[in-house]
């Protein structure tokens, strides 16, 4: 059994910074493609970015590149998500997901995931 558990979020204002930790159990986090995706209210969830299994390679949204780091710890078996700069178009619901295929590239589609996390609220006010 395979649970994902976010943390980390809050309310920040403009420009500051926050990192959105992901908790694995029943996978290794090294193991597998990993990534985060948001929710506004009103809109899709949106890819954020994605993390290779075993290499470590990245892939970001354009909106975030540049302010966003994608990570993991083998140790503590968790992804994060290290956010700065933020903006008042941040403001979403981020959940982390895992992948179970076993491909070596960073996956950036949503429909490719099968594990996804309850999800933490992040508000950025300007």
């Known amino acids: 059994q395979v649970q994902l558990a976010e943390s980390g979020g809050g309310l920040v204002q403009t420009g500051g910074s926050l990192r959105l930790s992901c908790a694995a159990s029943g996978r290794t986090v090294s193991n597998y493609p990993m990534g985060w995706f948001r929710q506004a209210p009103g809109r899709e969830r949106e890819f954020v970015a994605a993390?290779?299994?075993?290499?470590?390679?990245?892939s970001y949204a354009d909106s975030v590149k540049g302010r966003f780091a994608i990570s993991r710890d083998t140790t503590q078996n968790t992804m994060y998500l290290q956010m700065n700069s933020l903006k008042p178009e941040d403001t979403a619901v981020y959940y982390c997901?895992?992948?179970?295929?076993?491909?070596?590239?960073?996956?950036?589609?949503?429909?490719?995931?099968?594990?996804w996390g309850q999800g933490t609220q992040v508000t950025v006010s300007s």
């Open positions: 997901a895992l992948d179970v295929t076993l491909q070596f590239i960073p996956t950036t589609d949503e429909r490719a995931y099968d594990y």
């Open positions: 993390i290779s299994r075993r290499s470590g390679t990245t």
